[in-house]
């Protein structure tokens, strides 16, 4: 039986959750999945079932026990019922305590082992983050699709589906959007064919997009890089950058050092895959303030920041040598 200090780290997505065992050296020598872990979105039971089966399939066959656990989430400000999440690992050989810390954070820390800095995540909901001294120092956005998340998935379907309603009954242009939404929702498109004065096909469309959670919207997204030639999804994508670019102008105007020398990382769908919303905001942010941010490291989960906080939560220095052996570490056990 392995005795040592082994941290079990856990980013517990929306989605999915990923769990990872790593020792003090930055070792990562378990790994497992499971379904979504946030209490938020899966109520607080299926939630602590996914984290515990990401958890079991991290330490199966390592011998290992926990010493410590860190969940990274959504919500980590909620009032959780740490005792049930204690009991559930301590059944696991947890021999310290369980901490819960913002996926913000743990996002940020995938991109860099340094304690300040910028982070902008655009997934399905959209939010930035000023981090100072390894903490969130700042906070725009990531109000929900009520109230925000501009630029994020959410936004970005939800206006693919309002221009194609437009396009189809003459409020707006004619779109190249509009045939991949009718693929999408199975909806035959006929010119020709109208009810009581609606084209049919709208009339399918306002049915289908209603009969679903507003959320699901998201689902329309991708569409619009499948377009990119089309001028309507090109405004599209340049008022997502734009508001995108807004939220990191709120978070760095705050800052006492230079935001333009901080590390800077970038999370989520929207702007990691393909790189057209990741560039576009880096012009937008640079026409609104005369000066250009520092590269983004591009992240997809948040699993290697939790494994830093759970050691730098522990008074343990994560260095670039560390943070690498992390990396690597982890990537292996992934592949």
Known sequence: MITMSNFLAIDAGGTSTRA????????????????????????????????????????????AFPSQVLIAMAGASLELPLNSYYDSFSALGLTGNVVIESDLLAAFYSGTFHDDGIALIAGTGAVGARITESHLAEVADGTGWLLGDMGSGFWLGQEVARAVAAALDGRGPATALTPLVMKELDIAFDLQDRTLGRLRAQQQLINKVYERSAIELSRFAPLVFAAIDDPVAQDIIQRAAAALAQTLVAISDGAETDATTMPLVFGGSVLTKGGTVAAAVLEKFAEARGQRLAEPTLVHDGVVGSAVMALKRHGITVDAGVFDRIQKSLSELRD
């Open 20 to 63: 990872v065992l790593v020792d003090a050296s930055g070792h990562c020598f378990g790994y497992g999945t499971a379904g979504g872990g946030n209490p938020v979105s899966r109520g607080i039971g299926p939630a602590l079932e996914a984290l515990v089966a990401a958890s079991e399939r991290a330490l199966s066959g390592t011998g």
